[in-house]
Structures are given as C-alpha cells and as structure tokens.
C-alpha cells in the first residue's frame, strides 16, 4: 500500500528537495494535498507531477489562475489560508510541514490534530507556538519529525528513552557568508550578500535568518520544544563546513554527531522513512577530500540575535512568538530595502522592548501576540527610516 502523503509550502526548497525523494518513488507514496503561497505554475506542474488530490493556493486572488492551470485534470483546486488550513487537515499518513514563518502554525495544527506524522521543517511554527504545538502533537500521539539539520541530527543522536543520561545538545552554525566579516562590511551588507549562503542552498528569510545568526536563536528555541533538555544544556558552536550537523554529549563524556553533506534531503528522508531507511541520491560524505573539519565559538558581538532569542528561549512566555514575529517583519523590511542589515537585531531588540504580553495559552493568544509584535516591528521599521 502506498503511503498518503501531503506536502505543505512545496514550491519552496525544502517543498521541492520533499518532491524530488517522492517523485522517485511513485508507487511508494499516494499524494493528498499541496500547497503554495502565490506560485501558481510551480504549484500546477508539482500537482500534475505528483497526481496529487488537491492543489491550494494561499493567495484566493489566484484561484482562476490555478484552475487554468490545472483544468483538464481531476485535481481538486482551492484557495485562500482557509483552505490550506482545509487541506492540511485532511486525514493521511505524514505531512511535510515546509510553510515558513509563523503563517504554518494553524496549518500545522491542523496535520497535527488529523493524526499525521508531521516532518517538521517549519521552525517558527515551534518558536511561536512550542508549548500548543507539542501538547496537541501529545495528545493526538503524533511524532514530530524534526527536518531542520541539526535537529534532526540530534534526534539521530539523541537516547529518547533515557535523557537524564545527555549533558549537553550542541548545535553546530556555519556562521553564515558574514562569518569573518568586519561590523562595517556588514553594516553595508545588502540583501544579495546576506542570501548567498556558503554551505546550503535555502529560501531567502532562512538565509537571512543564518547571515543574522537568528536561524541558530530560532534553532534553540526549537531544539527546547523538541528534546527535554533545559535551556542551560544547550549550546552553538560554529562550524563553517556544515558537516558534523550537531552533537549530543552523555554524561560520560561521550559525544555522538551526526555528520553528513549539507543536502535537505538526507534529513528529509529520515523523516519519510522512519523508523526505517531509505536510499537517496544525495552526495556521499567525503572527509578525505574535505580534509579537515573547523569549529569555534559565535561571536555574539557581531550577532546580537543570537542573545535575543536565547534570552527569550530563557524567559518563556511570550518572548519567543514576540521575537519571531518582530524578526519576520525586519527580514521582510531589509530585504526591501528599508533598513540596513544590523537593523534586523535593533527591531527585534526594540520590539521586545515595546512589547511585552502575558504568555499564550491558547493558539488564538498566539496568533494575536504575533500580530501584534508584527505591528510593533512595523513601528520599529518606521523609526529606523
Ligand atoms: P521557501 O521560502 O523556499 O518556501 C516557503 C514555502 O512556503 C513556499 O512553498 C511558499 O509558497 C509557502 N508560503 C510562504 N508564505 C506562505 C503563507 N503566508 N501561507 C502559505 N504558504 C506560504 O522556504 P524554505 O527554505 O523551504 O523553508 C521552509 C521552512 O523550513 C522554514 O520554516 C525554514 O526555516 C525551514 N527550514 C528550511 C531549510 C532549508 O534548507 N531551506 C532548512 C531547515 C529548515
Ligand atoms: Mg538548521
């Protein structure tokens, strides 16, 4: 039988390096839904490619487009967030959730609260909303996946079964194209520059986010939701080859890494074929040739981010949806043109400044606190002008 599959945000890198493992393997998988933001012919072509069941397109003003698109087939065709939301929630075996930002979080929920097995890539769903996203993912019994690199590692690396015997979960960074870089290189560094990642090839706000150093504040965050481990024993360490993709240390002294080139599709994989393993086409690891492997320590100086999201992963509460939202809107407002690049860390740092609500408890608390830190950053974006 195959497995029932949905994909959601597949016209991304992380939806596409998703499509490539399944299309190989057409009798393995039965595609449900997938979806997309604005992308309507990538989105038609993926649908075609993948015969999947239904087709959704977040922006409702391309709903015409996407039934032009597709007319001829019998794919279902939907649009506007309620719909991916709809789509999301349909029964199947596992989700991709690749959304990014916090705009995956309701879609999220709603794969989670369908009983799927939930590939989790989309880290700000976790940063927002951690402690809703892991109750439901408990009480539904669904397994969250982790797809990010180094969460993924870790959980490679992890012993579920006795987690008093971890001391420490490292994270490894690969300090990003600003790694070396002097503060007035980066003062002037534009959009063009900040994206062009060294190791890996991503969508643009995670490569923002790593040139920034939030992906990794982000990260512990996520890695605090995903392994029950304090916020003490978790540290960064930077390591520029992406290729030991982060390690767990006992107790004893031992670390275990995980190590493996700097491919979405190996830890994408992992999460399809749990518990099992599946062959992919990935480039095999070749450390002779790579000769040798560099770490040091962030410099949290030059990447401020870093501190923020740790303070917030620290303070709990609301800190983290209020970080994350404040972060999107000021990678949104550099990419744009409208601040510089260590104005991202100024609005995240004003924001939380400004803002500072109770802690959520429900997924609506969180969706007005983000909304909220969002026009908070948006003030923030306008007094930097
Ligand atoms: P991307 O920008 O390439 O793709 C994002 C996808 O989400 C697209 O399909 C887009 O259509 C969809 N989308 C965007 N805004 C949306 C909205 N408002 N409503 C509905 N859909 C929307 O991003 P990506 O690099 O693939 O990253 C996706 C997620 O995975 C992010 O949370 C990112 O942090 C995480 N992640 C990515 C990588 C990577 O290598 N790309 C690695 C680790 C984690
Ligand atoms: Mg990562």
Redesign the pocket.
Known sequence: MPRNVSIL???????RSTVDLIARDPDGFAVEAI?????VEGLAVTARQLRAKVAVI?DATQYQALKQALAGSDIEVAAG?DA?VEAAGRPVDWTMS????S??LKPTMAAIRAGATIAL????ALVCGGDVVTAAAHENGVRLLP???EHNAIFQCFDHDWPLRVSRVILTASGGPFRSANIETMRHATPEQAVAHPT?S?????SIDSATLMNKGLELIEARHLFPVSAEQLEVLVHPQSVVHSLVEYVDGSVLAQMGTPD?RTPIAYTLAWPERMATPCERLDLARIGRLDFEAPDEQRFPALGLARAAMVAGGARPAVLNAANEIAVAAFLNRRIGFLDIARVVAGTLDAYDPPAPESMDDILIIDAEARAHAEQAVVRLN
């Open positions: 945000g597949v016209t991304g890198s992380i939806g979806t997309a933001n604005r992308d977040g967030s991916i690749a959304i990014v930002g705009a995956g890539a989309n880290k700000e797809v990010d690199s890996w991503m969508g643009t706000k995670i979405m």
